[in-house]
């Protein structure tokens, strides 16, 4: 299985692109149910049995291991990071009868969500994607740097095989090494902007050597899946 987180502001196609992989499920994590729409629009009649909207993390375990026993999918998507780990941390709040949870018990959260779903669909072979969003860029004074941020399931950025981060407008991007972190300054917009993906990390090859490429156009999983070295493409990527 294929690993992937996709970031990027809203409206750029990040749910659409998740869309794009595989015999996709994908599960609705938004408040508003904010991915519904773009399902149906990609997905059609089909969406009825490939899109859920859920609203705890209890009924997002329930409904992934009924979904996880289904031969017509093999890419599970969330939409997004950030939701699924603002559920996780209600949901343990929840059960410890407290309103907020002590800095040392996040490290429970991450457990919950890498054992009840990135090693869940790891041992049913099928590929896991999920999104993240932007968020503004703080520094020690508190103050805005003006830079943008990802906002997702933190440990994605260490354990995703690729990552993503699209755009419809310039940008600047400050990447470290091996893609675990990275800042976005925003330039000003041209008057047609083109979707962008930059591949901020690909585990697959060396960055080192290649740098971060950057695509252009309606990208698809196919363009991510021409990334990935022939010689293991059938070790990792599941269609």
Known sequence: MILVEIIGEPAVGKTHLSLTFPKPFIFDTTPRKEAEIVAYKILGAEAKKRY???QSYADLITKLKQVLERDDV????????ADLQGMAVDYEVERKKREKLLPFEYGRIREMV????IEAVSLKNKNLVMTAQMDDEYGPDGRRTGRRIPKGYKRLAFQADMRIFLTLGAAELEIAPGGTAFAVTPLPRSEKPVRKAAIIK???????ETGYKVLEG??????LKNLIPKEILDMV???
């Open 74 to 81: 093999s890419t599970v998507v969330i939409d997004t990071g």
């Open 52 to 54: 859920c909207w859920v």
């Open 237 to 239: 990527w599941v269609e």
């Open 218 to 223: 309606n990208i698809t999983a196919n363009d």
């Open 202 to 208: 690909n585990r697959f090859v060396d960055m080192a």
């Open 114 to 117: 890498d054992t009840d779903i």
